[in-house]
């Protein structure tokens, strides 16, 4: 999982709105309501790009959504 956020968001330049819609689409997902809680945890804009610092925070916000999705399922 790591390997994918920094080739997206790193290497691809990807902000965290366009990588957070290609991870949780909005036909699946409540998208803005997940982006504003990443934005807000991460500290930067939904617009911005995640910085190298940020990539072990979002890793593990990831991971728990994924728990969170499992459990509901």
Known sequence: MRRQIVLDTQERGLALNTFINKYAPPVENETTKYLKTVSKALGIKTT????????GDLQKIMKIHLFVICLVK
Do not use: A, G
């Not at 911005?48 to 990539?55: A, E, K, L, T």
């Open 48 to 55: 911005d790009r995640v910085p190298m610092s940020s990539v």
